[in-house]
């Protein structure tokens, strides 16, 4: 048991109070969390949450040396009691103390608990009997209690799998297909935005020029100017926004084996909550921490999946990026262009909109089955988006010379 306050030295007293101290740390970073969460803020709540899990680690360790935890019997005969004194005598003295200084919200808060503590002390009572009983099955057959199975639902066992050689080299390469199947997926998506902006861009353009100056070469060269500043455009943003995602992954797994190397209790720590959190049990997810801190690459490789959410495996590549963004754009914007190499006058102006719009028709169709909604009712919004960029690009160049003419 824990040591009486007359024998506590002063040591003894630091390490109480260190406990105390990590006990509301823990209590008010949780806190803050949540009111981070509510204010839409996640990426701040989660550093609040991060410290609040070391913080909860250090004051086990606390509790631990100061002799705080003892069998679980006796662990549940003292919250037995503690919690019966809250509810018997602590949280009604302090409710009505709050009433009588007109501190209503304190005694709402406090009556909250009183109505758990109650359950909380059923659930302790029952347990400390079931353990009773299991301990000393003569007592329990004298003095009946609780069945055992009182104490809460029981983990349901897991399925027993035993997959063959062949069923196990067949899952490392649908691992391996799946991960770049992913990264390529990635890149269809800048291939469809990037042909998707080729298109809206240079139609526009190139209606406007053909309706304003009738001349075959300026569309011409009005619009390949055009596409070859916006595949510069997008392919240097492409691989610079690649880059940078790249270089942040790198960093940040760069700390987090720094933080391995200098802090490995904490890191260790925060891998067992992580494990807990996927609905292990204390045990269980020590096992497995055990068995990844006897590897430091995997440990690594772990804690950046866990909790940064980043894999080692870069695929990645801001070359590639760049090249499939560009080449998407050019291709695309050649589109409304490639009509008015051929003809000239109104019927280009028709064919380099109709192609145009067709273009975008079956770009949005693919997108929508990229993002897995209706591929018509995507095509036909990104066609009216074509069509009003055509009709501003045709108003234009019809407006502007009669406004400067006149």
Do not use: C
């Not at 960029?389 to 003419?405: C, E, H, K, M, Q």
Request: glycine letters at 8%.
């Amino acid at each position: 048991m824990v040591q009486e306050a007359q024998t506590l030295t002063r040591t003894d007293k630091n390490l109480w109070s260190a406990i105390v101290s990590e006990a509301m740390a823990n209590l008010t970073y949780n806190a803050y969390a949540h009111k981070a969460l509510e204010e839409g803020l996640p990426e701040v709540a989660q550093v609040f949450q991060e410290v609040a899990g070391a913080e909860t680690i250090h004051g086990l360790n606390h509790l631990r040396v100061a002799g705080g935890v003892e069998s679980t019997l006796d662990n549940l005969r003292t919250v037995t009691t503690g919690e019966a004194k809250e509810f018997s005598t602590m949280y009604p003295r302090m409710i009505a103390e709050a009433r009588d200084e007109g501190r209503g919200e304190v005694a709402e808060t406090f009556a909250l608990a009183l109505s758990r503590e109650a359950h909380h002390l059923e659930m302790f009572t029952n347990a400390l009997a079931a353990l009773e009983a299991k301990r000393d099955p003569a007592a329990a057959q004298s003095q009946p209690g609780p069945a055992a199975t009182s104490t809460g639902p029981q983990r349901e066992a897991p399925p027993v799998f035993d997959p063959g050689l062949d069923t196990l080299v067949n899952a490392a390469r649908e691992l391996d297909r799946e991960r770049w199947r992913v990264a390529s997926l990635g890149r269809l998506r800048e291939v469809v935005f990037g042909a998707q902006d080729g298109i809206l861009s240079t139609v526009a353009l190139v209606t406007s020029v053909a309706v304003a100056l009738e001349s075959q070469t300026a569309v011409l060269v009005a619009g390949m100017a055009a596409a070859a500043a916006g595949t510069i455009s997008m392919a240097t943003g492409a691989f610079l926004g690649s880059r940078a995602e790249l270089d942040v992954q790198r960093a940040e797994i760069a700390k987090e084996a720094r933080e391995l190397e200098e802090n490995p209790g904490e890191e260790f720590a925060e891998l067992v909550v992580a494990f807990q959190r996927e609905g292990k049990t204390y045990e269980e997810a020590r096992a497995m921490a055990d068995d990844i801190a006897q590897d430091k690459d995997l440990w690594l490789r772990t804690m950046a999946e866990k909790e940064l959410g980043i894999s080692l495996e870069e695929t990645t590549n801001p070359v590639k990026d760049a090249a499939v963004m560009g080449l998407s754009f050019i291709v695309a914007a050649l589109l409304p262009i490639i009509p008015h190499v051929f003809l000239t006058g109104g019927l280009a102006i028709s064919v380099s909109v109709a192609a145009a719009l067709i273009g975008l028709f079956a770009l949005g169709s693919v997108k929508g089955r990229l993002v897995t909604k209706s591929p018509v009712l995507q095509g036909l919004e990104i066609l009216g988006i074509g069509a009003v960029s055509a009709a501003i690009g045709y108003f234009l160049g019809d407006f502007i010379p009669r406004l400067v003419g006149g």
